[in-house]
Structure formats: C-alpha cells, structure tokens
C-alpha cells in the first residue's frame, strides 16, 4: 500500500453518514430521487438570506488593490472587529477583534485549536453522542478522543465529566445545540461544568481548556437561548461557523473567539494564528471574510427548520416512536424501536428512507434523522 496505515484503516472503517450518502446515491439512480427520503446529511437546504446574495454581489465588484491578497493568518482586521462587536454583545463579553481568529469553518477552528493547545498523549473528553469527526480531529494533533455518556435526555452528566477528568485531560470539547442530538446545554449545567474544570485544573496543576463548537448557535427554537460559555469559566473558546446559520457550508468560513479572561490568552492567540498558517489554511477566504463582515446576525429563516422539526416530532410520536424533542440544530435522534439500530436503519432503507444509525455517533439503540429537507421529504416518509 502507499497510503498510510492510520488513513488506510480509518476509511474502512469510514464514517457511518459516508456510506448513507454512497447507498443514498445508488438507490436515487434505482429508483429516482423524488421516491428516495433522504435524512442522512447535514447539508441544509434553506437558501442563503437575501441579504447575503446582495452583500456579495457588492463585495464582488470590489477592485481595489489587493482585495484578493494573502493577510494576516488571523483574518482581515474590519472583519474580525465586526465579529467582536456582535459577540460582545450577544455573549455579553467584553471581547475585542485581537480575541477572534477567522478560521476555515468550525472543522478548520478545531483543527487549529487541538493544532495550538495538544501535546502527544493530551485528552479530549467530549459527551457523547458526538460529531464522529472529533475522533479524527484529537488524532490528527496526536491527542486522544475520551468520550463521557450524557443523561437520558442528552443533557450534561457533569459526574461522568468529572470522573473523566486526568492530569493529562487537556480540552473539554461540548457541542451545543449538538449534533445529533439538538440538545443545548443549560446555563446551570456549564456553570457546574466551569467549577469542576476550575477544581481540577488547580488539582492537576495545568489549565483544561472548554471549547465549545457552537455551529448551530443561532438555529434554536421555542424562544430557547445558547447559554455563553464566557461567563461559565475563564479558560472557554468559542468555535462556530457560517455553515448552518447562513447556509453556506460550501464557503468554508468560521471563526474561533477566546475568553477575554484566559490565562495564557496572549500565548493561545499566538499559537491559533500559528496553527491557521502550518496547517495549510493560511487564512480564512478573503471574499467571504469582507462578506460576513457586513451581515453580521443575519440568519437562514430559523422558522422554516422549527416548522419541519415539528412535521418530524409529530408524526412520529402518533407512530409511537420515542425521542427528545429537540430544541436546536436540525437533528431529531430517536430511540431505534429494535435494539440493533444498524439493523434498523438497513430495514428503514429498504423502505427508501435514509438515516444513520447512533452507532456511527457514539450513540448506539437510536438513530439519526437529518431534517433540513423539504418539507415534502419529511411527509412522504412518514407512511
Ligand atoms: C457539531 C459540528 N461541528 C462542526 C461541524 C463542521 O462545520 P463547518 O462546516 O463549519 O466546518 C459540523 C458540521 O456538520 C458539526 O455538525
């Protein structure tokens, strides 16, 4: 083989949601795509808002010299003062456009994040279920991926959290609104969490770092609000991305924000803008950059997911199924009505219905459903 061992074994065992996608391929070619339900990828479907097509026509016919010229690995300057003033106020930080790093999406900012803060060995623990690209993400920096269970309802088991804790723990990584779960994690539960890693991380004599991937900060319903995790514990960074709030996931376009109040804040801003720059990203797309730099807290219509969110949880609760309803993202993850989930989702595709089994996220007995679809995708399905 030429390839490495380490890729060679991880595409055999290649992600769950690959291969919905792949047999979702085949089965549209069998049968036609308008009779195949597919709910296996997180590709969402509303359109960009009006605003962002206009912003970018604009920034388009922008000719001044060097518009399309490398910069500094942190991002272009207005870009990152703009984002810092729409977080100041949303997380109620007192940040500035030095704590902000414009990064490739939220995978690019994690990938800079474990770059900068892993040594050899260093855990990540997450709660699980989780995005199964984190294994990845803690391996490519040579950390290791620690995954703690959640409660039943998938909020935060904070003594599972704690007892997890090592002197090698070296991030906290939490997804909320999660994927795949939609759960968001409350305001009391990241406080507890912030004094458990403020306990250990004097007991362990070394600062544990909570990241918190907030992609789909934004898309949230019911009047639910994403708790800041500024406020929760000083050694917090913020990762989101403008792939699911403004439906641009093919732009490739994020940020990460560190804590006005960490203690290295210097040293870690310095190692993010290193890391952005060894990895190969260099920095983030200049023309979206300068696009999002004037469309900040603009967002797809929120409204439209919350509305197939609740054509999915009514329907399946008349057929019985059992679930958490969920209050962000655009993930519904059910209990698989038989203990196999794998099983039940190839009995769900020989019925056209694609969706990947909990397995596949450290969630085994559940299964999840993808449902930024057409409303029709969601209806049809239901018989
Ligand atoms: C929890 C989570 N984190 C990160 C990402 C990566 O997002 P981005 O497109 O911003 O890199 C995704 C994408 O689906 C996700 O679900």
Not at 203 to 231: C, M, Q, W
Not at 340 to 368: K, W, Y
């Amino acid at each position: 083989m030429t390839i490495a061992k380490k890729i060679e074994e991880s595409i055999k065992r290649s992600s769950w949601i690959r291969k919905m996608f792949e047999e979702g391929a085949r089965l549209k070619a069998q049968h036609g795509a308008d009779k195949v339900f597919d709910f296996s990828l997180g590709n969402p479907n509303l359109p960009p808002p009006e605003t962002f097509r206009r912003v970018l026509k604009e920034v388009a016919e922008d000719e001044r010299a060097g518009v399309h010229a490398y910069m500094p690995n942190t991002g272009l300057a207005e870009t990152r003062r703009a984002v810092a003033a729409f977080l100041a106020k949303e997380q109620g930080a007192a940040l500035s456009a030095d704590d902000v790093v414009m990064t490739c999406g939220a995978a690019g900012a994690l990938n800079v994040i474990l770059k900068a803060v892993l040594d050899p060995g260093d855990e990540v623990i997450t709660p699980a279920p989780f995005f199964v690209e984190y294994g990845f993400y803690a391996d490519n920096h040579g950390g290791v991926l620690k995954t703690v269970p959640t409660h039943e309802d998938f909020t935060l088991d904070l003594a599972a959290i704690e007892a997890a804790v090592t002197e090698k723990t070296k991030v906290v990584l939490i997804n909320s609104p999660n994927n795949p779960t939609g759960q968001v994690y409350s305001a009391e539960s990241l406080a507890a969490l912030g004094k458990i890693l403020t306990e250990k991380g004097k007991a362990f004599g070394r600062t544990i770092y909570l990241v918190s991937d907030e992609p789909y900060r934004k898309i949230v319903f019911d009047g639910i609000e994403v708790p800041s995790i500024f406020s929760a514990y000083p050694e917090s960074i913020l990762v989101t991305s403008y792939s699911k709030d403004i439906s641009i996931p093919g732009e490739r376009l994020g940020f990460i924000a560190v804590s006005p109040e960490a203690g290295y804040k210097a040293e870690l801003l310095g190692a993010l803008a290193l890391a952005n720059r060894i990895l190969g990203f260099v920095n983030a797309p200049a023309l979206m950059q300068r696009v999002v730099a004037r469309i900040q807290g603009e967002t797809v219509d929120v409204s439209a997911y919350a509305r197939k969110r609740d054509l999915l949880c009514d329907g399946l609760a008349e057929c019985g199924y059992d679930f958490v309803r969920p209050p962000g993202a655009f993930y519904l993850f059910p209990r698989s009505p038989t203990a196999d989930d794998v099983a039940f989702v190839q009995t769900l595709q020989e019925e056209l219905i694609l969706v990947v089994p909990g397995s596949g996220f450290g969630g085994p007995g559940h299964f999840r459903i993808s449902y930024c679809v057409e409303d029709d995708v969601i209806q049809g399905a239901m018989p």
